[in-house]
């Protein structure tokens, strides 16, 4: 029985109404008063359920389609402005007792290179990532309670910030470990993480449990319901994501907006971020083996139906996906971006070839962090290296509320142009440094109270002049 407010994976997860859900939006693709009536819901910027934004996902009517893009364009003009939070992805160790048939670290691939990364490594790993400019970062591990034990990720948690290197520093470390217990993640919380981000990879229990044969990872309940328990523990920003491309996409879509309805109904906060990850030729992984591989325009219109369906929660996209995938996205709804990354343990500070080999997955986009920066301005996006909600206890239902209100942009317009003028000065290279300055000086100009707009000129000029980190 379909209940959101229940605890019970099965029941906020509810299989028949995944299918029900398909069915019925299957039946009414191209009932044109229906997806009307769900367009113009979605206008108001309230959110769409699992049912009606599954309708508009099975729309196939080109001039509705393109309808749903424009206004998913619109929500994410209006909402998240011209701006791009950027990100790195930093793997520690991977180790792994897992058996995920989609990812090369699962315990039975005895050729990839196993590295976990030493506080030492760590340290080298996180000057190169300040090096480039980073300063958000989101830590990757694989599940192993001898190699990776907790205790680990807690003390690597603590190197990362602990690194200042020239003017860098890492200002917020959102964490992507395998799911664990209430107690762990009130730990976690205490070590000052941003957002804990756990996939669901298939949110199919049968599915699941095929693609994930052995190991702790096996527990679909314990799986689906991680994200209670890190609220419970005290984590109030969590993001979700499926893994597209092991299942059918349409039911696992419905079923992570059932995920985000859920969460909303118990804890009365949605999901900070949604993740839409693809599946990707890995090491001894072929991707076309899970057989639900999904095309561009197919992602694209996920990705424009989840800026509908929650107009409130990040989208993230990583560098799985191509330049030209990224492009079409970031317009229609993706809001952070991870550039330069490694999927290598050791990648960054010493990316030699066994550290390659180590690698999880194949990505698409190899460009470097100015590169990324520079194609971002050149768009007429602003790259964002903005950490301050959380530093300032804008977490939880207290960022939500701050969001809906419309007053979150008087934060984080005049935040992205200081941490780029940061980027800018510490960082870039001559033609990035051009183009962002120009892009600063016109930007300033639309932060729109006057008050605001007046003292991010006065910090603009102070980071010139040497001094860092201010933030709204
Ligand atoms: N080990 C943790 C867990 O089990 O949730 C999280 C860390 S894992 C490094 C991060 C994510 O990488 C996984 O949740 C999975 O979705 C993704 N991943 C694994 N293999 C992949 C592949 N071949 N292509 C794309 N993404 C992959």
């Known amino acids: 029985m379909y209940n959101p407010s229940s605890l019970n994976a099965e029941e906020f997860i509810c299989h028949d109404e995944a299918l029900a859900s398909i069915a019925y939006a299957s039946e009414n693709r191209n009932n044109l008063g229906l997806v009307d009536s769900i367009i113009e819901k979605a206008e108001r910027k309230k959110g769409l359920s699992h049912r009606e934004a599954s309708v508009l996902l099975a729309c196939?009517?080109?001039e509705k389609v393109q309808k749903i893009y424009?206004?998913?364009?619109?929500?994410?003009?209006?909402?998240?402005?011209?701006?791009?939070?950027?990100?790195?992805?930093?793997?520690?160790?991977?180790?792994?007792?897992?058996?995920?048939?989609?990812?090369?670290?699962?315990?039975?691939?005895?050729?990839?290179?196993?590295?976990?990364?030493?506080?030492?490594?760590?340290?080298?790993?996180?000057?190169?990532?300040?090096?480039?400019?980073?300063?958000?970062?989101?830590?990757?591990?694989?599940?192993?309670?001898?190699?990776?034990?907790?205790?680990?990720?807690?003390?690597?948690?603590?190197?990362?910030?602990?690194?200042?290197?020239?003017n860098g520093s890492i200002r917020r470390v959102n964490v992507n470990i395998?799911?664990?217990t209430v107690e762990n993640y009130r730990k976690l919380k205490d070590a000052?993480?941003?957002?804990?981000?756990?996939?669901?990879?298939?949110?199919?229990?049968?599915?699941?449990?095929?693609?994930?044969?052995?190991?702790?990872?096996?527990?679909?309940?314990?799986?689906t319901e991680a994200m209670d328990r890190a609220m419970q523990g005290g984590i109030d920003d969590v993001g979700i994501g499926v893994l597209f491309g092991l299942?059918?996409?349409?039911?696992?879509?419905?079923?992570?907006?059932?995920?985000?309805e859920h969460l909303e109904a118990v804890h009365g906060v949605g999901p900070h971020t949604i993740s839409v990850p693809r599946v990707k030729r890995a090491d001894d992984i072929d991707p076309?083996?899970?057989?639900?591989?999904?095309?561009?325009?197919?992602?694209?219109?996920?990705?424009?139906?989840l800026r509908l369906a929650v107009p409130y929660t990040g989208m993230i996209i990583s560098t799985r996906e191509?330049?030209?995938?990224?492009?079409?996205?970031?317009?229609?709804?993706?809001?952070?971006?991870?550039?330069?990354?490694?999927?290598?343990?050791?990648?960054?500070?010493?990316?030699d070839s066994e550290e390659e080999n180590?690698?999880?997955?194949?990505?698409?986009?190899?460009?470097?962090?100015?590169?990324?920066?520079?194609?971002?301005?050149?768009?007429?996006?602003?790259?964002?290296?903005?950490?301050?909600?959380?530093?300032?206890?804008?977490?939880?239902?207290?960022f939500m509320a701050l969001c809906k209100s419309g007053r979150i942009s008087d934060c984080c317009h005049p935040n992205a142009l200081m941490t780029l003028k940061e980027y800018l000065e510490d960082y870039a290279s001559e033609q990035a440094r051009r183009t962002g300055s120009a892009l600063i000086r016109r930007e300033l100009g639309n932060i729109p109270n006057e008050r605001i707009r007046y003292i991010a000129a006065e910090r603009l000029e102070k980071i010139a002049a040497g001094q860092r980190d201010f933030r709204f």
């Open 70 to 166: 424009a206004l998913a364009e619109r929500i994410k003009q209006d909402i998240y402005g011209n701006r791009i939070v950027m990100f790195a992805p930093l793997y520690l160790s991977n180790y792994c007792i897992n058996s995920c048939s989609y990812c090369p670290y699962h315990a039975k691939n005895k050729h990839i290179a196993r590295k976990k990364l030493t506080q030492e490594d760590i340290v080298r790993e996180v000057t190169a990532l300040q090096d480039m400019g980073h300063k958000r970062l989101a830590i990757e591990s694989g599940e192993d309670p001898l190699n990776n034990p907790i205790e680990y990720i807690l003390e690597s948690i603590r190197t990362i910030y602990s690194v200042k290197h020239r």
């Open 60 to 62: 196939d009517v080109p």
């Open 322 to 351: 191509s330049k030209a995938t990224r492009e079409k996205v970031i317009r229609l709804g993706v809001s952070q971006i991870s550039g330069a990354s490694k999927t290598s343990v050791g990648g960054y500070g010493s990316p």
């Open 288 to 305: 076309d083996e899970f057989g639900n591989g999904i095309d561009d325009e197919t992602f694209a219109k996920i990705c424009a139906c």
């Open 178 to 180: 395998a799911a664990t």
């Open 192 to 223: 000052g993480i941003g957002t804990y981000i756990l996939f669901q990879e298939t949110y199919h229990k049968q599915s699941y449990e095929k693609l994930h044969p052995a190991g702790p990872k096996h527990n679909y309940a314990y799986h």
């Open 247 to 260: 299942e059918r996409y349409r039911y696992e879509f419905a079923a992570l907006l059932m995920h985000a």
């Open 358 to 398: 180590s690698a999880q997955f194949d990505v698409s986009d190899n460009r470097t962090l100015d590169e990324v920066v520079c194609w971002l301005m050149e768009l007429g996006f602003i790259p964002s290296f903005c950490t301050a909600c959380y530093r300032e206890g804008r977490t939880g239902d207290r």
